[in-house]
């Protein structure tokens, strides 16, 4: 007789797992960073492999977004007596701006099982270096203002890059048998960055500075992992 046996075996110990996760971070501003914005939230990927002595290589790519610009005045030479913006054909323009960026850095860290009886969760550090760009996102809609397009706005948008430092301190949970696998905790990213413009439009008589920022982005982190398993070899049984 044929037996066929696809049980899926539960995780009795540190297992390899190749990893795919999807991340959430809510962050606050610090350092040189808060003056130019606010809270920003940060939407990425993780990938990468958990090796059978938990520890944790991956790429971690991240979009930086958010509504809260905390610089002032910058438009306040194109405003008429009324303080309006006009587009080319007179009308009131709806500028808007927005806090824009990408940060991906090489991630290297460890799960810590202690006192905890699944081998595979636990405690997760994990840090890394790599590049960050922000800048101002400048948007007309579908009105044309003429000292707002095209590469007029690189005189506003304040681009900045430079390397990048990250740390995070949290908690893995990965499901004994094939199942949920998640992780959270606090984060913290600190950017050396310059300024790549060479002129700011809204201070043409002050020279751009070339000094090394400190960009902080410090909050939470959430990632969901998507589960990838080897294919399980089949068990045949004849009697």
Do not use: C
């Amino acid at each position: 007789m044929l037996q066929f046996n696809a049980q899926q075996q539960e995780v009795k110990s540190p297992v390899f797992r190749t990893w795919v996760g999807f991340e959430y971070g809510a962050n606050s501003t610090f350092g040189d960073l808060s003056n130019r914005y606010g809270f920003l939230n940060n939407v990425g990927l993780m990938t990468g492999v958990k090796t059978k002595k938990n520890y944790f290589l991956g790429l971690n790519s991240t979009f930086l977004f958010g509504n809260n610009i905390r610089l002032t005045g910058i438009f306040d030479h194109l405003t008429d007596a009324y303080g309006n913006i006009t587009d080319i054909n007179g009308d009131i323009a709806a500028v808007v701006v927005f806090p824009r960026g990408f940060s991906s850095n090489i991630t290297f860290g460890k799960v810590f099982s202690i006192l905890n009886p699944n081998p595979n969760s636990g405690l997760f550090i994990h840090g890394g270096v790599g590049y960050l760009l922000h800048k101002m996102k400048i948007e007309t809609n579908d009105q044309v203002v003429p000292q707002l397009e095209l590469d007029y706005k690189k005189g506003y948008d304040r681009l900045t890059t430079g390397i990048n430092f990250h740390q995070f301190i949290g908690y893995n949970f990965m499901a004994e048998s094939r199942g949920y696998h998640f992780y959270g905790g606090f984060y913290v990213q600190e950017g050396l960055t310059k300024n790549k413009r060479t002129l700011f439009f809204d201070r043409p008589d002050e020279p751009v500075s070339n000094e090394t920022r400190l960009d902080i982005q410090m909050g939470l982190k959430f990632g969901w992992v998507i589960p990838i398993y080897k294919r399980q070899p089949q068990e045949f049984y004849f009697d």
